[in-house]
């Protein structure tokens, strides 16, 4: 069981947005707020998407925005493209200086 | 460009350890700041984190595998090393390294660029 609860699945048509959720507790959140997204497609590597809660690597759409209220936090992605099919984890620090990730949330463009 | 790369066995006995070299370039792990990390993922399942390695040789464990795990490193080689003991068939998974910046990078909460992964499987 992970530590930090994602829904298994989400969906949405070409175009739209989606949001991504990721509850945890405040000690699985730390104190420095470092939330990162991954994209995950099958068989590869994760890639980082979303840091620091909200600022994106260099090369990283800007279809893709996270934010955190309380001991949660959000990964949205407007404007749905095809390639944006792929598993997502959120990830944190914690406050005991250990990272815990979530269960992965499957994106399906319809 | 960073690159990191995983290589160990792909298939060992239940109760062996585990060796496993990440391998990389285009830094350094004596640079302030930079860690190299290890996790796993099952068939199917969800990231998991394993270790940490800070540049200043300071190391974290995942806490359920703590006692099973050693983190090393060679700067010269630049190479960060992982073992895992008493290895079990539920072990079976593709293991990563990854880099985590240090000062002037994206963040020292993340971990921005991955290996390819080596799936490692457990079995008699």
């Known amino acids: 069981q992970s530590a930090l609860t994602q829904p298994a699945s989400v969906s949405g048509s070409p175009g739209q947005s989606i949001t991504i959720s990721c509850t945890g507790t405040?000690?699985?959140?730390?104190?420095?707020?470092?939330v990162s997204w991954y994209q995950q497609y099958p068989g590869k590597a994760p890639k980082l998407m979303i840091y620091?809660?909200?600022k994106r690597p260099s090369g990283v759409s800007n279809r893709f925005s996270g934010s955190k209220s309380g001991n949660t936090a959000s990964l949205t992605i407007s404007g749905l493209q095809a390639e944006d099919e792929a598993d997502y984890y959120c990830s944190s620090c914690t406050t005991s200086i250990t990272w815990v990730f979530g269960g992965g949330t499957k994106l399906t463009v319809l | 460009q960073i690159t990191l790369k995983e290589s160990g066995p792909s298939l060992v006995k239940p109760t062996q350890t585990l060796t496993l070299t990440c391998t990389f370039s285009g830094f350094s792990l004596s640079s302030t700041g930079v860690g190299v990390g290890w996790f796993r993922q099952s068939p199917g399942k969800a990231l998991e984190w394993l270790a940490l390695?800070?540049?200043?040789?300071?190391?974290r464990y995942s806490p359920s595998l703590k006692s099973r795990l050693t983190i090393t490193k060679d700067t010269s080689k630049k190479q960060a090393v992982l073992t895992m003991t008493n290895m079990d068939p539920v072990d079976t998974a593709t293991y990563y390294c990854a880099h985590r910046p240090g000062d002037g990078g994206y963040s020292y909460g993340s971990y921005d660029c991955w290996g390819q992964g080596t799936l490692v499987t457990v079995s008699s």
């Open positions: 390695i800070y540049w200043d040789d300071r190391k």
């Open positions: 620091d809660v909200n």
């Open positions: 405040a000690s699985d959140f730390g104190t420095y707020n470092y």
